[in-house]
C-alpha cells in the first residue's frame, strides 16, 4: 500500500499540502496586486494628461475673445488679446481623416482575405512582411514622398474631379490652388498610406482565428470560395475589422510632420472641401511649437491639444461600443 502523508497536528490535512496552498495563494495574492497597479498606470496617466491640459488651457480659454468651438480665427500673437477657436482645425482634421479611412479600409481588408484566404504561404509571410514594413516608414518621409511625388501626379485627378463633381461640396474649388497638391484631398490619400499597414495587420490577425469546422462547414453544403468568405470570415473578423478601422483612425487625427509638409495654409476660412488647405490640430500646434515662450498663448495651443484628446478619446468610445455591439449580435 502507498505510505499516507504526513498529518498535521490537527489531523485533518497534510502539512505539507497545508503549506503549498499558503504560498500559492499568497503567490496569487503577489501577481493580482502586480498585475492590477499594471493596468491602473494607464488610467492614472490618461487622467493626469487630461487634467494638465486643462489646467493649463484655462486660463488662455478664460480671455478668449471669440468662441472657442466655432470661430475660424486662430490669432494668438498679441497675448492681451487672444482670439482663438477651433472649427477650421476640427473640419481639416475630420476630412483628412475619414478620407483616409474611407481609402484605407477596403484595401486593407482586401489584403487581409488575400494574405489568410488564397496567398500560399510561401508568399503570403513575405508579402505580409512587405506591409508591415510601411508603418515603420518615418512620417516625415511620407509627408516628403506626398508634396514631392505623388502631390504632381494626382493634380490631373483633382482637376478632374473638380471640374465634373465640384456640384458636391467636397470636390468644390477650395481657397488654395490645386496646383502643387497642398490640399486635404493628397493629405488624405498620404494618411491612408499610413493607417494601411495597422488595418492590415489586425485584420488579417482577425480573420485567421476563424474557426475552421465553420469554413469546412461551409464548404461542405458546397459554398465557393468567395461564399465561405462572405459566409464564415468577413462576419466572424467584422468586429476586429471594426476595431483595427478605430485604430487607423485615431492614428490619422493625431499625424503631425508629415500633415504639417503637405498641407498649405488657407488665406481665408476654409470650408468642407477636400481641395482646400488648412491646419489638423496636430500639425497647428507643431507649426507653432518653437514659440510656445508666454503662458496664455502656449495656453491657447494646449486648449487645442485638448480639444484633440477629447476627439480621440471619443473615437476610442465610439469604436469600443461598435465592436462590442458587434460581438454581441
Given at each position: 500500500?502507498?505510505?499516507?502523508?504526513?498529518?498535521s497536528?490537527?489531523?485533518?490535512?497534510?502539512?505539507?499540502?497545508?503549506v503549498?496552498?499558503?504560498?500559492?495563494?499568497?503567490?496569487?495574492?503577489?501577481?493580482?496586486?502586480?498585475?492590477?497597479?499594471?493596468?491602473?498606470?494607464i488610467?492614472?496617466?490618461?487622467?493626469?494628461?487630461?487634467?494638465?491640459?486643462?489646467?493649463?488651457?484655462?486660463?488662455?480659454?478664460?480671455?478668449n475673445?471669440?468662441?472657442?468651438?466655432?470661430?475660424?480665427?486662430?490669432?494668438?500673437?498679441?497675448?492681451?488679446a487672444?482670439?482663438?477657436?477651433?472649427?477650421?482645425?476640427?473640419?481639416?482634421?475630420?476630412?483628412?481623416?475619414?478620407?483616409?479611412?474611407?481609402?484605407?479600409?477596403?484595401?486593407?481588408?482586401?489584403i487581409?482575405?488575400?494574405?489568410?484566404?488564397?496567398?500560399p504561404?510561401?508568399?503570403?509571410?513575405?508579402?505580409?512582411?512587405?506591409?508591415?514594413?510601411?508603418?515603420?516608414?518615418?512620417?516625415?518621409?511620407?509627408?516628403?514622398?506626398?508634396?514631392?511625388?505623388?502631390?504632381?501626379k494626382?493634380?490631373?485627378?483633382?482637376?478632374f474631379l473638380?471640374?465634373?463633381?465640384?456640384?458636391?461640396?467636397?470636390?468644390?474649388?477650395?481657397?488654395?490652388?490645386?496646383?502643387?497638391?497642398?490640399?486635404?484631398?493628397t493629405?488624405?490619400?498620404?494618411?491612408?498610406?499610413?493607417?494601411?499597414p495597422?488595418?492590415?495587420?489586425?485584420?488579417?490577425?482577425?480573420?485567421?482565428?476563424?474557426p475552421?469546422?465553420?469554413?469546412?462547414?461551409?464548404?461542405?453544403?458546397?459554398?465557393?470560395?468567395?461564399?465561405?468568405?462572405?459566409?464564415?470570415?468577413?462576419?466572424?473578423g467584422?468586429?476586429?475589422?471594426?476595431?483595427?478601422?478605430?485604430?487607423?483612425?485615431?492614428?490619422?487625427?493625431g499625424?503631425?510632420?508629415?500633415?504639417?509638409?503637405?498641407l498649405?495654409a488657407?488665406?481665408r476660412?476654409?470650408s468642407?472641401?477636400?481641395?482646400d488647405?488648412?491646419?489638423t490640430?496636430?500639425?497647428?500646434?507643431?507649426?507653432?511649437?518653437?514659440?510656445?515662450?508666454?503662458?496664455?498663448?502656449?495656453?491657447?495651443?494646449?486648449?487645442?491639444?485638448?480639444?484633440?484628446?477629447?476627439?480621440?478619446?471619443?473615437?476610442?468610445?465610439?469604436?469600443?461600443?461598435?465592436?462590442?455591439?458587434?460581438?454581441?449580435?
Amino acid at each position: 500500500m502507498a505510505e499516507r502523508p504526513p498529518v498535521s497536528s490537527s489531523g485533518t490535512e497534510p502539512a505539507l499540502a497545508a503549506v503549498d496552498v499558503r504560498a500559492v495563494r499568497r503567490g496569487d495574492r503577489l501577481f493580482k496586486s502586480i498585475a492590477t497597479a499594471a493596468g491602473s498606470t494607464i488610467v492614472i496617466a490618461i487622467v493626469l494628461i487630461a487634467i494638465f491640459l486643462l489646467v493649463r488651457a484655462i486660463p488662455a480659454l478664460r480671455v478668449n475673445h471669440v468662441n472657442f468651438f466655432t470661430s475660424a480665427e486662430f490669432d494668438t500673437s498679441n497675448a492681451a488679446a487672444l482670439a482663438f477657436g477651433i472649427r477650421d482645425l476640427l473640419m481639416v482634421t475630420v476630412l483628412s481623416s475619414v478620407s483616409a479611412l474611407v481609402l484605407a479600409v477596403p484595401v486593407a481588408v482586401g489584403i487581409a482575405v488575400f494574405l489568410t484566404q488564397y496567398a500560399p504561404a510561401c508568399l503570403a509571410r513575405p508579402f505580409a512582411a512587405m506591409v508591415d514594413l510601411l508603418a515603420a516608414v518615418p512620417s516625415i518621409i511620407f509627408g516628403l514622398w506626398g508634396i514631392f511625388v505623388l502631390a504632381p501626379k494626382l493634380q490631373p485627378v483633382a482637376e478632374f474631379l473638380n471640374h465634373h463633381l465640384g456640384w458636391i461640396f467636397l470636390f468644390r474649388q477650395g481657397n488654395v490652388s490645386l496646383a502643387g497638391g497642398g490640399t486635404v484631398f493628397t493629405a488624405g490619400i498620404v494618411l491612408s498610406v499610413m493607417i494601411l499597414p495597422i488595418i492590415t495587420s489586425v485584420a488579417r490577425e482577425v480573420f485567421r482565428q476563424t474557426p475552421r469546422i465553420q469554413i469546412e462547414a461551409a464548404q461542405a453544403l458546397g459554398a465557393t470560395r468567395w461564399e465561405v468568405i462572405r459566409m464564415t470570415v468577413l462576419p466572424y473578423g467584422r468586429s476586429g475589422v471594426v476595431a483595427a478601422s478605430m485604430l487607423g483612425l485615431e492614428r490619422a487625427l493625431g499625424e503631425t510632420v508629415a500633415v504639417l509638409i503637405i498641407l498649405r495654409a488657407a488665406a481665408r476660412p476654409g470650408s468642407w472641401s477636400l481641395f482646400d488647405g488648412g491646419y489638423t490640430f496636430a500639425s497647428k500646434i507643431a507649426s507653432a511649437a518653437s514659440e510656445f515662450s508666454e503662458p496664455l498663448p502656449t495656453g491657447a495651443y494646449i486648449a487645442a491639444g485638448f480639444a484633440l484628446f477629447v476627439v480621440t478619446f471619443v473615437v476610442n468610445a465610439a469604436a469600443r461600443a461598435v465592436a462590442g455591439g458587434k460581438v454581441n449580435a
